[in-house]
């Protein structure tokens, strides 16, 4: 935290994918006469934009959006860069009030409790590690972890590849376990000022009917020529870019493996299973945020209000 971001008045809006919290960040924003920060690890990549959802055209010009589609997805996007670009963000923004909003819990929790000063890792050791990531099992990496790093081989679930890989990473680069690199937290940057924290909370059958409906408008209006596209690059499989809920299934498509309407069920099913492991997280990581219900449009309406007169 520096001199420029201590105190800032801030929202911190978190939820499940599909959940809406782009809409309630936006209503604040207006409101408040605020700015929209992005929170979500997929939309930060530029050629991404129909297929993680990002706020449209229209939605940009109502409010100051910032970190959407800054990246190109050929980078390795970290959360320490994300703080970096959190932070040139929160000091270019002086004096208005940041509604941060997204689906990546590690982003709030790095913003809020400081993140660890792990070294950067060699790329001949990170090469290595995606290389072994594409011919080894995830269950085999997660034992090999338990050899380096056995306190966070009892964290991190055995599919978890991106963050087992990043702890094999930095156990072998640094010498040292990333459990040890975590227990010494940088200072955080949302801290000291007025704060509200929001957890989007819809009903079960809510929220899966909305990501259906949302991923067929996504195909509808041009995500598998975005599929197609993103394909086309020929990117390292083991880029985080690679992973967006959805894209998998629908550059199959784009290459004719499977059939649109397959990979469109196949997108939606993987959308449902990602919004529960995020509700699971939430659950565990935010227990004392507030809940908000997107489908209670009164409620909906009054936290609204009550954010916004408290910001101003």
């Known amino acids: ?103 990546t819990g590690l982003y709030f929790n790095a913003m809020t409790q400081g993140l660890s000063d792990v070294p950067p890792i060699d790329e001949r050791v990170r090469a290595f590690w995606r290389e072994r990531a594409r011919t080894t099992s995830p269950a085999s990496l997660h034992k090999e972890l338990a050899v380096v790093d056995p306190v966070l081989h009892g964290r991190l679930h055995p599919n978890d590849t991106q963050r087992v890989l990043r702890a094999l990473e930095v156990a072998d680069s640094t010498g040292r376990p990333l459990s040890e690199w975590q227990e010494k937290r940088s200072r955080p940057l949302i801290s000291g000022g007025p704060v509200a924290h929001v957890v989007m909370a819809p009903e079960r059958d809510w929220l899966h009917a909305r990501i259906e409906d949302r991923f067929h408008a996504m195909a509808d209006g041009g995500g598998l020529e975005e599929a197609r596209a993103f394909a086309a690059l020929g990117l390292d499989p083991a880029l985080p870019a690679m992973k967006a809920i959805g894209l998998p299934e629908m550059m199959a498509a784009a290459r004719g493996e499977v059939s649109v309407r397959l990979a469109i069920d196949d997108a939606v099913t993987a959308t449902r299973q990602y919004a529960k492991r995020q509700e699971t997280w939430f659950r565990n990581q935010m227990p004392d945020w507030p809940r908000v219900d997107p489908a209670a449009s009164r409620h909906f309406l009054a936290v609204v209000d009550d954010i916004a007169q408290r910001m101003k």
């Open 1 to 103: 935290m520096t001199a420029e971001t201590a105190g800032r008045r801030a929202v911190l809006i978190a939820g499940p994918t599909a959940s809406g919290k782009s809409a309630l960040a936006l209503a604040i924003a207006e409101r408040c006469d605020g700015v929209v920060i992005n929170a979500d690890s997929m939309q930060v990549y530029r050629e991404l934009r129909i297929l993680t959802a990002r706020p449209s055209e229209e939605d940009e010009a109502r409010a100051p959006h910032h970190l959407y589609g800054h990246v190109a997805s050929g980078d390795g996007y970290t959360v320490a860069r994300y703080l970096d670009d959190l932070e040139k963000v929160l000091v270019a923004t002086a004096g208005r009030p940041a509604v941060i909003v997204g689906g």
